[in-house]
């Protein structure tokens, strides 16, 4: 965008250098005048895609910036001897000035910022109080500019930064969620929604560093609400995933007591209750069924529910660019939270294997492939070893699954 408004402004002084030097000559001081508007306009480009500007400061701002300009250029040409070139060369001027900002979008930026702006009240009713019908992906973007314009124009906001944060985290923007979640843990350090929605986007990382930080999120909600179900869910799995199975089966087991026998997170907490239980007493419940390409699978207790098999092919080239990566294998659902229902991590490799996906590989309590009725499988090579997408990484996505008990095949290549 910058590239092109800087163009635009070089052909702005080119047009006007070639029409008031060519006939008359003009001095030093009309050129430097010419290059002073653009570069003044250049750096309001620049400071509101930095977010120093906000988008109505930069239209102020850019037409007081044309007004005086005009203004000189009129004042310059009053005296001379050729009538048409003055207003010829305004004309020309106004048409590289509107030619600039088309280029850099900027009054597409303002529209949808002007709608932002109008709709930021009945986005939130259908948002946070489910007023109407809900949100489209267009429209929560639109959510998102309009509560980043609030912040920057009124200041901070607790509400405001946790409302972006968790549009962010459902676009997957997940260190942008963390960010915002921290700005409103800043302004209100013990609010429970944040601290649980900060913990669960720690989660996502996969980061041992992050992993301590949503510990510590998730026990100033207990201590303050000591039968929180999401923060004891969310705590039972960072104790397993820390090899702790004496705290994990206290948690689950103060979950459990919590919970109505019809609940359909009851089984499934039973059946996490029973692998840390034979953990805890010493018998390994946590067995490593191999595949036969030497993939391992995590094995509950319990027979699975609901099975997806998935056989992924990685092309030698691929695999070798990629040696140090991992592969990541998630199961989504269609609608619904972000949070994966099943996933899989894995050292890359070439060549055809199969994977195993199920219902006991939840990552939390009363979500995965059991609660929901379509699913999409995704295989990425991950550069950084999250669970986080960044640019580069290689991704296949399959098609809607629609997920029924037993076992079900996939198919997908990663070239």
């Known amino acids: 965008m910058l590239m092109q408004l800087s163009l635009a402004a ?36 620049q400071a509101r895609d930095n977010g120093e500007l906000a988008a109505e400061d930069f239209l102020s701002a850019a037409n007081e910036l044309k007004s005086q300009f005009i203004g000189e250029r009129q004042a310059a040409l009053a005296g001379n001897n050729t009538p048409w070139l003055a207003p010829l060369s305004l004309v020309l001027v106004l048409v590289v000035v509107v030619i600039a900002y088309s280029l850099s979008g900027h009054y597409r930026q303002l529209a949808d910022w002007e709608l932002a702006q109008q709709n930021l009240p009945s986005y939130g009713e259908r948002a946070l109080l489910n007023k109407g019908e809900p949100l489209s992906e267009e429209e929560i973007s639109l959510f998102a500019l309009a509560l980043r314009t609030k912040l920057a124009n009124e200041g901070d906001d607790a509400v405001a930064w946790y409302v972006l944060g968790r549009i962010w985290f459902s676009q997957g923007l997940v260190d942008d969620a963390i960010e915002a979640f921290e700005k409103a843990l800043r302004l209100t350090p013990e609010r ?71 609940d359909p997170r009851y089984n499934m907490i039973e059946q996490q209750l029973a692998k840390v239980s034979q953990g805890a007493a010493g018998v390994s419940a946590d067995t490593k069924a191999a595949t036969s390409a030497g993939q391992n699978a995590a094995v509950d207790p319990a027979t699975p529910k609901r099975r997806i098999m998935l056989t992924l092919q990685i092309s030698d080239a691929l695999a070798a660019k990629f040696k140090d990566a991992s592969l990541f294998v998630v199961a989504k659902a269609a609608e619904g939270p972000p949070m994966p229902l099943a996933v899989q ?22 979500w995965g492939l059991d609660n929901v009725g379509q699913v999409q499988v995704s295989a990425r090579i991950s550069q950084s070893g999250a669970v986080a997408k960044t640019a580069g990484d290689p991704e296949i996505i399959s098609e809607l699954i629609e997920l029924k008990d037993g076992q079900q095949e996939l198919t997908l290549s990663l070239e």
Not at 14 to 26: E, S
Not at 208 to 231: I, R, T, W
């Open 345 to 366: 991590k894995l050292a890359v490799f070439s060549g055809s294997r199969q994977i195993e996906l199920n219902s006991n590989m939840v990552m939390q309590p009363g």
């Open 10 to 45: 070089l052909l702005m002084v080119a047009v006007v250098v070639l029409l008031l030097w060519w006939p008359r000559k003009a001095g030093s001081a009309e050129q430097t005048q010419t290059e002073l508007f653009a570069e003044r306009l250049h750096a309001l480009t």
């Open 192 to 262: 429970a929604n944040v601290l649980l929605s900060y913990a669960q986007a720690l989660l996502v990382t996969d980061d041992a560093d992050n992993l301590q930080k949503a510990a510590q999120s998730l026990g100033l909600v207990l201590s303050k609400d000591p039968m929180n179900k999401d923060a004891l869910s969310m705590l039972a799995l960072i104790a397993q995933e820390r090899g702790d199975l004496v705290e994990a089966k206290a948690a689950w087991e103060m979950l459990l007591s919590q919970l109505d026998k019809n």
